[in-house]
Nanobody, 116 residues
């Protein structure tokens, strides 16, 4: 059973920074792709960033140059450093894991609110 526990969300002013963390239980972390998605009410969940087990990263165009995804395979944790936050970044952020067998797992979500 894989569990993903997110932390680090909150309220920040525009231009500020937050760091999200997602700790994964289970033994599949090191061979999985991890990522972050976000969702606002009435819209589809959208990709923010992913990082493969080899460290290859991918970002949505809207966050390139502002957000950085990283992972610590010893701590089974993935991070999302968010800088220069904008009100448009306000959303619930979900941690995501895709195992080597292509099973998908989701965290419970953490709210990020950016005030203007």
């Amino acid at each position: 059973q894989v569990q993903l526990v997110e932390s680090g969300g909150g309220l920040v002013q525009a231009g500020g920074s937050l760091r999200l963390s997602c700790a994964a239980s289970g033994s599949i972390f090191s061979r999985s792709t991890m990522g972050w998605y976000r969702q606002v009410p009435g819209k589809q969940r959208e990709l923010v960033a992913t990082v493969t087990d080899s460290g290859r990263t991918n970002y949505a165009d809207s966050v390139k140059g502002r957000f950085t995804i990283s992972r610590d395979n010893v701590k089974n944790t993935v991070y999302l450093q968010m800088n220069s936050l904008e009100p448009e970044d306000t959303a619930v952020y979900y941690c995501y894991l895709r195992s080597s067998l292509n099973f998908n797992y989701w965290g419970q979500g953490t709210q990020v609110t950016v005030s203007s």
